[in-house]
């Protein structure tokens, strides 16, 4: 009796046939997206170039604090509800009624818009070592809304149009008028007030 080879199968279809499911799965399916936060960091110091202390008059500083259990403070005052920090801020930042513990303004001469008001505040952040991130990335949130806020108000009163719709350059100046100053200390304990 003759022995009969079994027929071999054609393979090379199958990676074909592989690739595209592969192709079809990678677009069908949905990636995770990135969240974080968008920080532009200050340039690398130079090998040579020595610390500047930069001294803040403590009038323009507020102190916003999170607690390691979730409780936001802005100065002394506890915040029960985080969108209630953006008013705060912003009232902090323009002090609309030039009052003495509110930062103070510093007239500069800004290329391109001429002499304006700017705003000498800075937002220093403090969090507990067991802040929750999710309050962490709530309180950036914030902090980072109230600035945009008093920028579109800027861009709104000088351009008639949101700080988002203007051209580069204009932005540069809506920057300019309204820095956005957030300063982060390293995390330690801030339960006590």
């Known amino acids: 009796m003759a022995h009969k080879k079994t027929?071999?199968?054609?393979?090379?279809?199958?990676?074909?046939?592989?690739?595209?499911?592969?192709?079809?799965?990678?677009?069908v399916s949905t990636?995770?997206?990135?969240?974080g936060l968008q920080r532009r960091l200050p340039p690398m110091p130079q090998q040579n170039q020595k610390a500047e202390n930069q001294k803040v008059n403590r009038r323009n500083i507020i102190?916003?604090?999170?607690?390691?259990?979730?409780?936001?403070?802005?100065?002394?005052?506890?915040?029960?509800?985080?969108?209630?920090?953006?008013?705060?801020?912003?009232?902090?930042?323009?002090?609309?009624n030039n009052l003495d513990n509110l930062s103070e303004k510093k007239t500069e001469n800004i290329e391109g818009f001429g002499p304006c008001q700017v705003s000498q505040g800075v937002i220093s952040l403090q969090n507990d070592r067991g802040t929750s991130y999710k309050k962490y990335i709530e309180v950036q949130n914030e902090l980072?809304?109230?600035v945009n806020t008093i920028r579109d108000q800027f861009a709104m009163a000088n351009f008639g149009k949101p700080y988002e719709r203007l051209d580069e350059d204009k932005q540069e100046i809506v920057r300019k008028a309204v820095p956005q100053k957030i300063s982060e200390a390293e995390p330690k304990d801030v339960k006590r007030k």
């Open 7 to 27: 027929p071999a199968i054609n393979g090379g279809s199958m990676a074909d046939i592989s690739f595209l499911i592969l192709v079809f799965f990678l677009m």
């Open 31 to 35: 990636m995770d997206s990135e969240k």
């Open 63 to 96: 102190q916003v604090k999170v607690s390691a259990s979730d409780h936001v403070f802005a100065g002394d005052e506890p915040i029960e509800n985080v969108s209630e920090l953006g008013p705060k801020v912003i009232e902090f930042l323009t002090n609309p």
């Open 144 to 146: 980072v809304k109230a």
